[in-house]
């Protein structure tokens, strides 16, 4: 069983509609990140939180660590959204494990 | 700040040669990570260093992988002898911690390597 699953594994949305994607692990960390990996393969860290919620734009990131979940929240979407979100989670070691990835497209 | 730098940005090399790929970290962070993403396996820890010192091995596949960080501004991956399993895209990055608690803030992609072995 994957420590760190991802949902949806794709998703297909029309320009402005609210997207969200799911992060369920399995044991105690110390921070979640939400990462976004464009079709040019390059890495950005948009979100590292531990507690709560956090926006940045169009984007909001939230966790409950009772239940071991994460979501990450696109408002208004956009076609320039489209990418692979990455949800990883890092323990007390400072290591980090990776999910799967949304590949989520945005159509106009 | 330049971000973190990586080279080659492509690598194509025959099986059985030696690949040497190399990350400059952004100037002040602590902690350096190599990564490896396939399509197979997604993205993948291999190693980590924090001040130059390797903490955590144990993702690095086998002994055909090696890393070393030199200083604070140069770390290498090195696989010898390639094989065509070892195609991939090879990631560095870096952050920086906390000098209270050593937890690390976000980390900072380089570009990755693109290596593919034939």
């Known amino acids: 069983k994957n420590e760190v699953e991802q949902s949806p594994q794709n998703l297909t949305a029309q320009e402005g509609e609210f997207i969200t994607i799911n992060c369920s692990y399995s044991?105690?960390?110390?921070?979640l990140h939400w990462l976004q990996q464009h079709p040019g393969g390059g890495i950005v860290s948009l979100f590292m939180?531990?507690?709560g919620k956090k926006k940045h734009g169009r984007l909001i990131a939230t966790i409950n660590i009772q239940e071991k979940h994460s979501s990450l929240h696109i408002t208004a979407s956009h076609p320039r959204d489209s990418a692979v979100y990455i949800c990883a989670v890092r323990f007390a070691t400072n290591k980090l494990i990776f999910g799967t990835g949304t590949l989520l497209a945005v159509q106009p | 700040d330049a971000g973190v730098i990586q080279s080659p940005r492509h690598e194509v090399t025959e099986m059985g040669q030696e690949v040497t790929l190399r990350c400059k970290p952004i100037s002040g962070h602590d902690y350096l990570f190599w990564y490896r993403q396939t399509m197979m396996r997604g993205l993948e820890l291999l190693i980590y260093f924090n001040n130059n010192v390797p903490i955590d091995d144990s993702g690095m596949p086998e002994d055909r992988f090696s890393a070393k960080m030199p200083n604070a501004s140069f770390s290498t991956l090195k696989i010898q002898p390639s094989e065509p399993r070892d195609s991939a895209v090879y990631f560095c990055?870096?952050?920086?911690?906390?000098?209270?608690?050593?937890?690390?803030?976000?980390?900072?992609f380089g570009p990755g390597t693109r290596l593919t072995v034939t």
């Open positions: 939180l531990s507690s």
């Open positions: 990055a870096s952050s920086l911690s906390s000098l209270g608690t050593g937890l690390q803030y976000e980390q900072y």
């Open positions: 044991v105690g960390i110390s921070a």
